[in-house]
């Protein structure tokens, strides 16, 4: 495996620098545009071959429609691993996510029930909800459920042995894996190179079959700190052009879930890390004081 020791050191330099422009610009980067960036008095010819070099390594490769180069899944990598400058996290968003936490209610929070149900029954409930009531605040739901009864109580009994067949079917599909909470995946459609409408719609599907991102978030949970995986490594490949960041969090010492960011693989990892960690960290606290 290709490593730093692979490369000298204005190799990595070069890398480094062309990684870290890409990702703010999304464009392919020129060795006019890499000359300036690194700051050091190259020839022009000089630059053409480290980056023909690191090209011939499978740390960058050249769009057709461009002379200039982008950072291959391989390239990440080495950049994450050894040559990335974390950026610390500030105390103002610290606060911020603080008062977020304080303000809104787990999805893990903890409820006193009069009597012990079983993970079929909760999981069940869970997705009935979730299908009927997301994103409606508990009053609406109450009146909801208030109004639904009066229309159709004629018909209840035929509607409810109908949910609970799909519910039975779907909990025979999804086996033992927990459920998880999507937001904000609209946000992918700014980034031009997730913006085909065929890749997206992939991606969408993805989050509503959720069995192969649960399984990727299972393999998180049972490892420690930070994962990540970038394009291909995932594994699935409506994520192949996606980078996936994710820390485990805790109660009592025991892991409870899973916090993770989807994003571009040109994501802004020097602050995605650091941020989804603290976040995780954070959110176990949360729990723990709840």
């Known amino acids: 495996m290709l490593n730093e020791q692979a490369l000298n050191?204005?190799?990595?330099?070069?890398?480094?620098?062309?990684?870290?422009?890409?990702?703010?610009?999304?464009?392919?980067?020129?060795?006019?545009?890499?000359?300036?960036?690194?700051?050091?008095?190259?020839?022009?010819?000089?630059?053409?071959?480290?980056?023909?070099?690191?090209?011939?390594?499978?740390?960058?490769?050249?769009?057709?429609?461009?002379?200039?180069?982008?950072?291959?899944?391989?390239?990440?990598?080495?950049?994450?691993?050894?040559?990335?400058?974390?950026?610390?996290?500030?105390?103002?968003?610290?606060?911020?996510?603080?008062?977020?936490?304080?303000?809104?209610?787990?999805?893990?929070?903890?409820?006193?029930?009069?009597r012990r149900f079983t993970r079929d029954e909760l999981e069940q409930a869970s997705r009935f909800i979730n299908d009927h009531y997301s994103g409606l605040e508990l009053d609406a739901i109450k009146s909801r459920i208030v109004r639904e009864m009066e229309e159709y109580q004629q018909n209840m009994d035929k509607l409810m042995r109908e949910a609970l067949s799909i519910a039975d079917e779907a909990l025979q599909d999804e086996g033992e894996d927990q459920d998880y909470i999507v937001s904000g995946q609209t946000n992918l459609m700014d980034f031009d190179e997730l913006a085909q409408l065929d890749r997206i719609k992939m991606m969408f599907d993805a989050f509503s079959e959720k069995q192969e991102i649960l399984h990727l978030l299972d393999r998180c949970s049972q490892a420690e700190g930070v994962q990540l995986f970038i394009g291909e490594e995932s594994g699935y490949g409506p994520l192949e052009k996606c980078s996936v960041v994710t820390a485990p969090y805790e109660m009592d010492n025991t892991v409870v879930g899973v916090l993770g960011v989807i994003g571009p693989t040109r994501m802004a990892y020097d602050r995605v890390i650091p941020i989804v960690d603290i976040t995780a960290k954070m959110l176990g606290a949360a729990l723990k004081s709840a």
């Open 9 to 114: 050191e204005r190799a990595q330099h070069f890398l480094k620098v062309l990684i870290e422009r890409y990702i703010r610009d999304g464009q392919p980067v020129g060795s006019r545009t890499l000359a300036k960036d690194a700051g050091m008095e190259l020839s022009p010819a000089t630059i053409r071959n480290v980056m023909a070099d690191l090209e011939d390594q499978g740390l960058i490769t050249s769009p057709h429609t461009s002379a200039g180069r982008v950072p291959t899944v391989h390239g990440y990598r080495l950049f994450v691993d050894s040559l990335i400058s974390l950026q610390p996290v500030d105390h103002r968003s610290i606060k911020r996510l603080q008062g977020e936490l304080d303000e809104k209610e787990a999805p893990q929070n903890l409820v006193e029930t009069s």
